[in-house]
């Protein structure tokens, strides 16, 4: 009796690891393929740093960051996100770097005023900075910029890579791929640290999406996502828009994506020697040790 419990327990962890095990095989052949028709070759790496970098989300906090903070933001590299550029804190604070990775701000140059804004903000850039893009829209920031003097254009590939935490780490080591792109910060924290950066501040990276998610009577969900910068109503009719048709299951399963990505992150960096501090006060976040700036 005790030999019959002890057979079917040990075959029940056996087949609990196969099924990990076959799990994560599946996973490793999904990215190569993934990074096989995705992937093209990247921009190449910059050397080690000396210095930090702080990696600035749009989230609320940055506002206060910004205004108590700004000695300790300006004594490091700055990388920003998204519509900063479009802010009267971009010239002052003139990061070294900026990622753009949804689509939209290359399809909707001609619908939205407010990227039409940002390529304009972009292309008055008078300081040394590197515009990181997706692969696929690399030629389109090249044309927006033009013969910039000052700006570089850089490209990534934002394919996401799952599976085998080996083989996914040598994809990444090689620019091919990332952990799933939830958000623009995932690729902007990778490329800090294809960049050459060991130490990597997040600042504005609150993620406190759930505090403002409902349904409404009609059961629309709504997800407001405060920024450091209040929103023009082009902006909240886009976003709108957006959610338009999105059931609430599938807005919980993408912020689930993009916290676990935060882990795979970690789990890379570790391995790196890189060491990443949120410095964001009241970040959801789990994933990354605390620091006040």
Known sequence: MRFTWIFRNFASMNLDALKEMAGKAVGSAASLLKVALMSRRPSPKGGCKDRAIVVMGNGPSLRKTIDDDSSWLCSHDLLAVNFAANTPDYSRLRPRYYVLADGHFFTGTESDPNVAGLWKALAATDWKMTLWVPWKYGAQAWRMIGSHPTVEVKVFNLTPLEGNEGVCHRLM??????????????????????????????????????????????????????????????????????????????????????????????????????????ATPGSMIDAFPRRQC
């Open 173 to 278: 080591d090689a620019g091919l791929g990332m952990p799933r792109p939830r958000n623009v910060l995932i690729p902007s924290i990778m490329i800090a640290i294809w960049e050459g950066y060991r130490t990597i501040y997040l600042a504005g990276a609150d993620h406190t999406w759930t505090r403002t998610l409902s349904v409404d009577d009609e059961n629309f969900v709504v997800s407001v996502q405060p920024h450091f910068y209040k929103d023009n109503d082009d902006e909240h009719r886009r976003v709108r828009s957006t959610y338009a048709g999105l059931h609430l299951h599938d807005v919980l399963g993408s912020m689930t994506v993009a916290f676990r990505s935060y882990w795979q992150i970690a789990g890379y960096a570790r391995k790196k020697g890189v060491d990443i501090i949120n």
